[in-house]
């Protein structure tokens, strides 16, 4: 699976970003799905992740009430609605999939980023106050 992320910029606090993951290759529909962020000089954090046929999400405590990771498997691409963001969320975001992997969305397991199998090249979302 090759995965291509896009639809990061510089913005405002409090206003909303959308970002698109495209995913080429015929795993898209067999592969969980998720969103990470790393912040400069820190690891990379559990954001989002979606079921294959995306009716199973999760989110992490810092963003679940303002981001919405959702899935359209026809466009074989992943979103991640993100409003009210905050300063704290300036980061380089990654999308990533798990097609190998046996847990669930919902799991301890899908938050730990060793945990995926494959990765886009990052978006950079950078928001100012």
């Known amino acids: 699976v090759q995965l291509q992320a896009s639809g990061g910029g510089s913005v405002q606090v409090g206003t909303s970003l959308k970002l698109s993951c495209a995913a080429s290759?015929?795993?898209?529909?067999?592969?969980?799905m998720g969103w990470f962020r790393q912040p400069p000089g820190k690891q990379r954090e559990f954001i989002a992740a979606?079921?294959?046929?995306?009716?199973?999400?999760q989110y992490a405590d810092s963003v679940r009430g303002r981001f919405t990771i959702s899935r359209d498997n026809a466009k074989n691409t992943v979103y991640l609605d993100m409003n009210s963001l905050k300063p704290e969320d300036s980061a380089v975001y990654y999308c990533?999939?798990?097609?190998?992997?046996?847990?669930?969305?919902?799991?301890?397991?899908?938050?730990?980023?060793?945990?995926?199998?494959?990765w886009g090249q990052g978006t950079q979302v950078t928001v100012s106050s």
């Open positions: 990533g999939a798990a097609y190998y992997q046996r847990w669930n969305v919902g799991s301890a397991r899908a938050m730990d980023y060793l945990e995926w199998d494959f």
């Open positions: 979606i079921s294959r046929l995306g009716t199973v999400t």
């Open positions: 290759g015929s795993t898209f529909s067999n592969s969980r």
